[in-house]
């Protein structure tokens, strides 16, 4: 391949804001608004089902079919639109077809029953859960409906890997009005004036935050860095992963943006390595802003400079918390220490440092270019703007979702959501990755903002949130997350290190049935010590889980202890397994799933299991089709 020369990277960069105007006009110009474009959903969830074979079979489908002049089809690959548990995703545009489920041999049906006679395809349309209402356009669908999408504005639309298609849609266009139009001391003030939090989980006021680290820089004297958290370690949780994957050039700006109103040159991407698609559109994009003059030496011809580099993080849980994450990136063990100093006047390597998650920094550019009025009056007073979740768990519409704050938990489950398969509402809704609580259904009301979450007893967190119906058991759903943060403590702390397996060894005896009603209290007890005295916010907020659960679900708890049931028929140890003869057919389904072996009966007679050899795996109860295998 051919080497780019020096002169001909130099005549690619834009030297000026005007540049970059009419680079966009350009674009702009040459693009028709009115052209069928296929958009093909490329994001993690999707390819995982096989739409890159999707859109290969699209292309094919189209050349072959030899449209009309007029038509103009032409495929475009996007990252998450958001709907993952529909994908593979196609979406025609203008028209906005939307078409879930799609396989490589329904190209061909869409491309003549669309594209040439204008006809939606009926069986790839979503279907109501509730209505079994076939909708054709995506923005009828209630899971788009009743969002509010901000940051998420251009994911689904552009190609992430092309940075004239986030140009052309107005991306860079913050950065220039904080360049040319702005003063650092102005960014910071309309960052500040917008109310916005961080989304990383503490809330904490982002410019606040800014002005902390500029103070300590100008007090002693040393550079400021800025770095993004996109580790997003809790189980369920994707936002960060997906606005990466879908539109990095929009973390860049934001970055650049708050690099230049804190006076930083250098800037660091926390990204764990789990996410190799997001790895590569960063550096993709990294490279093409690099290349038009938007990142690195003079940006925009303004004496500006910036550089930012990427450190993978290698999955350990707790480097998500500022203090471990500060040392990975120092080449050290993610491991806490203390904060005698908060991280914006002494961070890494002892410098003021900013660290705000990715969904943050995306905020930044529509905050420049609209005005923090404008962002302010998204949301409610004290949590302003918008903010994206992973919808998870026991709810018809899985996915990521962007609300406005303040919406009401059980309008994001129910409408939004498209409530729960075969009930009539959730038990309860678990906020806040594995360090939240667990809300319930008569809390539903509750609004969706930082203070209101904190006072159920939860967290906003990053936006993890898991449905659960009245199969899951409160006993078992707290010790999951507490397995799950007792392995990924860095055990530098004797609370953390001591009191989560303590609390682990109340709540498997519970699950057992053994124990008494005076444990609970101990529990209780024990849990918010380990609150109280652990060193960081992981080990400070892992008791949440079981103190919300004891808090609004103690019944569940005493009647494991009292009369050795689990109500949801989850723990092991407390259920049996039979198996209804009114209702079986005698098909023997159950009989070839059970790994015992254990089930016996005559083909088209009712069965019956034996008990004494039964593991309860439930294994007959997810094969069985009649509803005959009932849990006691």
Not at 358 to 371: A, D, S
Not at 509 to 523: C, K, M, P
Request: net charge negative; aromatic share 6%.
């Amino acid at each position: 391949m051919a080497q780019v020369s020096a002169a001909e990277k130099r005549s690619k960069r834009l030297e000026s804001v005007e540049e970059l105007h009419q680079f966009r006009e350009r674009l702009v110009s040459q693009r028709d608004p009115d052209r069928t474009r296929v958009i093909v959903c490329l994001g993690t969830g999707c390819r995982a089902n096989g739409s890159p074979k999707v859109a290969k079979a699209m292309r094919e489908a189209i050349a072959a079919a030899n449209l009309d002049a007029s038509v103009v089809p032409e495929i475009k690959t996007t990252g998450c639109p958001g709907f993952c548990s529909r994908g593979p995703l196609v979406i025609i545009e203008p028209s906005g077809i939307f078409y879930q489920h799609v396989k490589p041999e329904d190209a061909q049906e869409i491309v003549q029953t669309t594209l040439v006679e204008g006809k939606p395809v009926e069986r790839l349309l979503y279907k109501d859960p509730k209505t079994n209402e076939a909708i054709v356009h995506q923005d009828d669908i209630p899971f788009y409906k009743y969002q509010q999408k901000i940051v998420m504005r251009h994911i689904g639309h552009i190609d992430p890997q092309d940075i004239q298609d986030c140009i052309a849609a107005g991306g860079y266009s913050g950065l220039a009005k904080a360049l040319t139009g702005m003063s650092p001391e102005e960014v910071v003030a309309e960052v500040t004036a917008s109310g916005l939090r961080g989304r990383g989980g503490a809330g904490f006021p982002t410019g606040r935050k800014w002005q902390t680290a500029i103070r300590a820089a100008e007090k002693k004297k040393e550079p400021i860095y800025v770095v993004v958290n996109g580790d997003e370690g809790d189980p369920g949780a994707f936002m960060d992963c997906a606005l990466m994957e879908g539109d990095p050039h929009a973390l860049l700006e934001g970055l650049i943006i708050g690099a230049y109103a804190m006076g930083s040159h250098q800037g660091f991407l926390y990204v764990r390595t789990e996410y190799p698609l997001a790895i590569e559109h960063l550096n993709i994009a990294m490279a093409q802003a690099r290349e038009l003059g938007l990142l690195g030496e003079n940006i925009l011809g303004t004496g500006f400079s910036f550089e930012v580099q990427i450190n993978r993080g290698a999955g350990a849980f707790v480097c998500g918390e500022s203090t471990a994450l500060f040392t990975s990136i120092e080449g050290r063990a993610g491991e806490p220490r203390p904060k005698y100093v908060r991280s914006a006047e002494e961070g890494l390597w002892g410098k003021p440092t900013v660290l705000n998650n990715v969904e943050t920094w995306c905020n930044i550019p529509l905050i420049i270019e609209k005005g923090a009025d404008w962002y302010a009056k998204l949301g409610v007073p004290h949590s302003t703007g918008t903010k994206v979740f992973s919808l998870v768990g026991k709810v018809n519409n899985v996915g990521l979702v962007e609300i406005p704050m303040g919406m009401p938990l059980e309008d994001l489950i129910e409408k939004i959501g498209g409530g729960v398969p075969g009930q009539e509402h959730f038990k309860a809704v678990q906020t806040g990755g594995p360090s939240g609580g667990c809300i319930p259904h008569e809390l539903g009301h509750t609004p969706v903002d930082y203070d209101s979450l904190t006072k159920a007893g939860s967290m906003m967190g990053s936006g993890g949130m898991i449905v659960m119906d009245d199969k899951d058991c409160v006993v078992d759903v707290a010790r999951y997350f507490l397995r799950f943060l007792e392995e990924e403590s860095c055990g530098k702390c004797l609370p953390c290190r001591l009191g989560l397996k303590s609390m682990l060894h109340f709540l498997d005896a519970f699950a057992r049935g053994e124990g008494s009603v005076d444990d609970i209290t101990d529990l209780e007890s024990l849990a918010k010590a380990v609150q109280d005295g652990s060193l960081c916010a992981l080990g400070g907020s892992a008791p949440n889980p079981v103190l919300t659960t004891l808090r609004y679900f103690r019944d569940e708890y005493e009647a494991h202890i009292r009369d050795h049931k689990c109500p949801a028929g989850v723990c092991k140890d407390l259920i049996t397994y039979r198996i209804d003869p009114e209702a079986c057919t005698g098909c023997g389904t159950c009989a070839r799933s059970c790994p015992q072996q254990c089930i016996t009966g005559e083909k088209k007679k009712p069965h019956t299991i034996d008990a004494t050899r039964c593991i309860r795996c439930g294994m007959c109860l997810e094969s069985c089709k009649f509803g005959a295998v009932i849990v006691e």
